[in-house]
């Protein structure tokens, strides 16, 4: 059986987005090369609220995690659950300032207004799984 097929995200999904899943600094000659560290989120949306969900994301989220310094590299739902989890992968300059951009987002008084007006009728995620991603040394993509 191939274990790779139960993953919660689809490895292939991943390596189609084509980048690359690195953290720290790595040395290139005499000159030591930063890379950006990715963050893939899984939320799981409560039942019948997936569209308001998608709409915060869409309406509002998306700017605020921008202007706290997070690139949006995808967007993603479970084929096989897609009204039940959307995925997403984010960059950071390092896992420290990815951190920090989190505490910055939720200190921020529009996310906490998006947050409020778009939950008047319950909470739209019960929970969400973080996951900081990190290439081997064998891997293709650095």
């Not at 939320?43 to 997936?50: F, L, S």
């Not at 739209?124 to 900081?132: A, I, N, S």
Request: charge should be positive; aromatic fraction near 12%.
């Amino acid at each position: 059986m191939n274990a790779w097929r139960y993953a919660p995200v689809p490895v292939a999904l991943l390596l189609a987005a084509g980048f690359v899943f690195h953290a720290g600094a790595t040395d290139q000659g005499d000159k030591k090369v930063d890379h950006r560290v990715f963050e893939l989120r899984i939320y799981y949306a409560n039942p019948g609220k997936m569209d308001a969900l998608h709409a915060r994301f869409k309406n509002h989220t998306n700017k605020l995690l921008e202007k706290h310094g997070m690139t949006l590299i995808g967007f993603w739902t479970d084929e096989k659950e897609p009204q039940r989890k959307l995925i997403y992968l984010v960059a950071h300059k390092s896992r420290e300032a990815g951190d920090a951009n989190w505490k910055a987002f939720q200190a921020d008084p529009d996310w906490k207004a998006a947050k409020a007006e778009s939950e008047k009728g319950g909470s739209l995620v019960e929970k969400v799984d973080r996951v900081w991603l990190n290439p081997t040394e064998y891997s293709a993509l650095k």
